[in-house]
């Protein structure tokens, strides 16, 4: 008697099964994403309404003497490519909860508006920037923020070391200070021969004292310059200065906030972009701050 058994399989038609799955497999690694990846490029035409408008307000008060400027703006669309309107004619002022100080527009239509000269901020006040403007700007015409003037302690020195394996090399800018025992957010700007070259949002270094809070710093890296980029290059002789300032975790969470709001976004289908937390009332957008800044500086030798 003679079975037969018909699951089995004939070598020829196992290799055209193994084929057929790598077949099925190789089409659905490549054909099916190249399918997506087509229907992906269809032109999307996207109708970004407008909304009202807000006030924007940029400004810092700092323990140095000289004038403070506060800059007044408002919103636009998303299309609009030109600089954002100033507001002109304001009204404001500035109170420490004792005294108020006037700020005059330094000319009229910049939307720029100054202390006197001679004003400086003290450590420990806070302070209160009040707005009263000409006409409505998202239904409001009155605007305030405060922000308490936290001290800075003096840093002891600056190193800097040369890392040629960082890239194209960069400069890494180290500082040696006390750390005190309380919550700290610090930022810092870097200068050569007394010009600003950490200049943009994303220059800006800021970080919290979580690791060295309360101790010596023995050389935490705090500025890095890209010797591939001209206005960084340090050559023998450079007077290089860094700016310390010790900053309210709102303000340090504005700059880091505004930073990756303004940085590209990774996977690709990330959240939507929002407006960057302030302190402004009433809906306006930006940050009023103040801090007491202290500097360190060194002369460059290769």
């Known amino acids: 008697m003679i079975f037969l058994n018909i699951f089995s399989k004939s070598p020829e038609r196992e290799e055209k099964s193994q084929w057929k799955r ?10 099916v994403p190249a399918i997506i990846l087509a229907s992906c490029t269809e032109p999307m035409d996207l109708e970004l309404d ?3 408008t807000r006030l924007v307000v940029e400004g810092a008060i700092t323990t140095d003497t000289g004038y403070h400027q506060v800059r007044l703006s408002s919103t636009t669309d998303f299309y609009y490519n030109e600089i954002p309107p100033a507001v002109s004619g304001a009204d404001v002022r500035l109170s420490d909860g004792s005294n108020l100080i006037e700020l005059s527009e330094n000319d009229f239509g910049s939307g720029v508006y100054e202390t006197p000269a001679n004003f400086f901020g003290e450590v420990g006040k806070t302070y209160t920037l009040l707005i009263e403007l000409e006409e409505e700007i998202g239904g409001q015409t009155a605007y305030t923020a405060s922000c308490l003037l936290r001290p800075t ?4 020195s600056i190193q800097i070391e040369f ?3 960082w890239g194209d090399g960069f400069w890494e800018i180290k500082l040696y200070a006390q750390d005190p025992p309380s919550r700290d957010f610090y930022k810092f700007l870097t200068f050569i021969n007394n010009v600003l070259v950490t200049d943009s949002l994303q220059e800006i270094f800021v970080i919290d004292d979580r690791l060295f809070n309360g101790n010596y710093t023995n050389g935490i890296g705090v500025s890095y310059l890209n010797a591939a980029s001209e206005d960084n290059r340090l050559n023998t002789g450079d007077l290089v200065t860094i700016l310390i300032a010790n900053l309210t975790k709102e303000h340090a969470n504005f700059i880091l906030t505004a930073r990756t709001e303004n940085s590209f976004n990774t996977p690709l289908f990330s959240g939507p972009p929002a407006n960057v937390q302030g302190n402004i009332s009433n809906g306006a957008i930006g940050f009023f701050a103040a801090y007491q800044p202290q500097y360190v500086s060194m002369v460059y030798q290769e």
């Open 50 to 52: 407008s909304t009202f």
């Open 153 to 156: 302690a003096a840093p002891d």
């Open 163 to 165: 890392q040629p394996t």
């Open 22 to 31: 790598i077949s099925l497999r190789a089409f659905s690694r490549f054909v």
